[in-house]
């Protein structure tokens, strides 16, 4: 009886070694002997008690470390990065699987490689290039990376799915000169914005006083024109007006010679009321009066003659 429920136990233990529980995200490597045999997935699995062995539990989930290095640029300037390496199992088949399981030692050396993998590629990139381009060239970089590694990496069972450099640093003298560079460029370019400004302004006000002299030398000559004009009315409206005079005179029988009196006089009283001197020096001898009368006699005959031609 005792022998029965030796039995019932051990049978009870087997049987309850023969499940095996896989963690969502992971699958389990089974062995024979030490050889791979197969890998069993997420959820309750049998097994052979005894003889299929749990070898190890893989994650295929992405995972994520961060990387810190330094290259040397073609210029043997230091570069210092800091970079973000996200990756992952390539996929749950059996031979990726295998690959992941069987091709390093451990865990430790797998890092350890992947990483210098990709140091490597990055200082390899990084040689060709000098100092002052790096800054420009992190997309370049990374395709680097991804096209150096890829077929590597999916070699031992992984995949690269991104490569993240978060920071690109240099030595502190280097920093300082870049900044000086910067500094340079930047007073550079103000000072052809200024003069750049400063001959738009001295242009602009150039042709605004081009124009201003056009504008004032064409309103000088309108006004000259329309000077001209009103002195030759002026002078028509004279001649007119003498003409009649005369011929009213003549009408009359009156003497020529008083209606020059006439003006004369006026012209004098015209002189005293307008003129912006003080004092008038005049003439007022006999002779003198008698050269006047005939001046402006002869005068009058001459545009008595200009009136009978217009007739």
Known sequence: ??????????????????????????VAVITVFGKFRRVIRPGLNMRIPFIEQIYKRISYQNRSMELKFQAISQDQANVYFTAMLLYSVLNEDSATIENVAF?????????QALIRSVEGAVRAFVATKKQSEILLLRSEIILHVKEQLDKQLEGWGYHLMDLQINDINFDEDILKSMSRVVASNNLKAAAENEGQALLITKTKAAEAEGNAIKISADAERTAAQMRGQGVALFREEVARGMANAAKEMETANLDASYILFSMWTDALKHFAEYGKGNT????????????TMQQLLSTLQGFEGKGDGDK
Not at 103 to 111: A, H, L, P, T
């Open 103 to 111: 091709k390093f030692m451990d865990e430790r050396s797998f890092m």
């Open 1 to 26: 009886m005792e022998f029965g429920y030796i039995f019932l136990a051990i049978v009870l233990i087997i049987l309850l070694m023969s499940f095996v529980t896989v963690q969502q995200g992971n």
């Open 280 to 291: 008038i020096f005049l003439d007022g001898s006999s002779d003198n009066y008698k050269r």
